[in-house]
């Protein structure tokens, strides 16, 4: 009995995309059928909902990638601007791909979007970058453009101004789609960005950073979301915390906008936005006490949950990663062969985004519609 192509489709969505990669390979059809933008698309939404194809992308000279929860090994990512010299820097994550950088340059000293799995990439061409006079710092931020289909890597300089609690800066972004790089509307100069983590986080079609109102005048802080589809930055207010000496990190856990909340010597917080956009969802989900918890830190970083939700897999210090036992406030080393010695590290899901380069070419290819058996043709 031949079975109809939108339950195929829905059954291999559920497979391991190394699986998927074979499977290309036996027969034209199955290729088509698995390079399909709607396949593609199907199996990413899967992996999301129900947190599968999961891996850790470990950092440390190298980089590295452990299939969670499993950690059974930690293995060396072959890229194409690996080398012994200099540790490639990880810009951000999204729907399975990495933004990956050397520098401001080409070749090895540049920038990349990559796919680990498919090992497919596209290189990010170089856009000037001038260091002006009061250069302060220069973050960056890769996403999703869920509007316009489009992946973007945005890069913001900011230096100082004669006014002590005004910034400029210097917004571009770089269009996956179009290729190219341009000059956006600057951030509010009453914006100061101040960060642990030295890019953008991705949630909910947008890139969030850290910011200070007002520095030099004990302003407030607040969390700053800049949307990839209208290209505006908004304010995402904080949860009323305690008061005193803290340092605030934004985070994303599972795929929730997060926030942590260190009070040194102390304890840490780590809070979550349970309805992206209403202030009122600010949930604290746990604390970790020192040094009771887990001995003396400067700081921990909420990394995923266990697969049955009772644990959380914390980087501490750039030192080590540990299971955290919410309930009993116990917890453990993870010891994971081959991993560096000082990891940081960040969850991806895997994917086939960035398979082909068709996803971002108006090329004319053949693909099944997943509602008949009919193949089609599109521009």
């Keep these: 009995m031949d079975f109809p ?24 059809s199955w290729k088509y059928l698995i390079d399909n933008p ?9 992996s999301l909902e129900n947190t599968t194809n999961l891996v850790l992308i470990i950092r440390g000279g190298y980089l590295y990638s452990a299939h969670f929860p499993g950690l059974n090994e930690a293995i060396v990512i072959d890229h194409s601007l690996k080398c012994g010299y200099i540790g490639t820097e990880v810009l951000g994550s999204c729907n399975g791909l990495l933004c990956l950088s050397n520098g401001e340059s080409h070749g090895k000293n540049g920038t990349i979007i990559y796919n680990p799995v498919t090992r497919k990439s596209r290189e990010v061409p170089a856009s000037k970058l001038k260091i002006p006079y009061g250069y302060e710092s220069v973050i960056y931020g890769f996403g999703y453009d869920l509007v ?54 991705y949630v909910s079609g947008c890139l969030h950073w850290m910011i200070t109102l007002k520095p030099d005048s004990n302003g407030s802080k607040l969390i700053v979301a800049f949307d990839l589809s209208s290209e505006v930055c908004k304010a995402v207010l904080l949860p009323k915390i305690s008061a005193g000496e803290v340092h605030l990190t934004v985070e994303v856990l599972g795929q929730f906008l997060s ?43 909420p990394i995923a949950y266990s697969k049955d939700g009772s644990k959380v ?28 010695s000082h990891p940081g590290a960040t969850m991806l899901v895997e994917s086939l985004v ?3 380069r068709k996803t971002h070419m108006k090329k004319q290819y053949r693909y099944y519609s997943p509602f008949s058996f009919a193949c089609m043709y599109v521009v």
């Design 5 to 28: 192509l939108i339950l195929i489709m829905d059954i291999l969505s559920r497979l391991p995309v190394k699986s998927l990669l074979c499977y290309r390979c036996v027969s034209k």
């Design 354 to 356: 960035l398979g082909s």
């Design 313 to 340: 897999l914390l980087e501490q210090d750039l030192q080590k990663l540990i299971w955290y036992d919410v309930e009993s406030q116990s917890a453990a080393d993870v010891k994971i062969p081959g991993m560096p």
């Design 148 to 201: 316009n289909d489009d992946y973007k890597v945005v890069r913001v300089i900011q230096y100082s101004t004669e006014h002590p609690d005004f910034y400029d800066s210097e917004v571009k972004v770089f269009s996956l789609k179009a290729n190219s790089w341009r000059r956006i509307r600057d951030f509010p100069r009453e914006y100061y960005l101040s960060y642990k983590r030295g890019w953008g986080v």
């Design 259 to 301: 926030l942590l909340v260190n009070y040194p010597s102390n304890r840490s917080e780590v809070w979550v936005l349970k309805e992206y956009g209403v202030v009122e969802s600010w949930s604290k989900l746990f604390t970790v006490s020192q040094p009771d918890s887990i001995g003396p830190f400067e700081y921990v970083r």
């Design 38 to 46: 709607y396949f593609i698309k199907l199996q990413l939404q899967y």
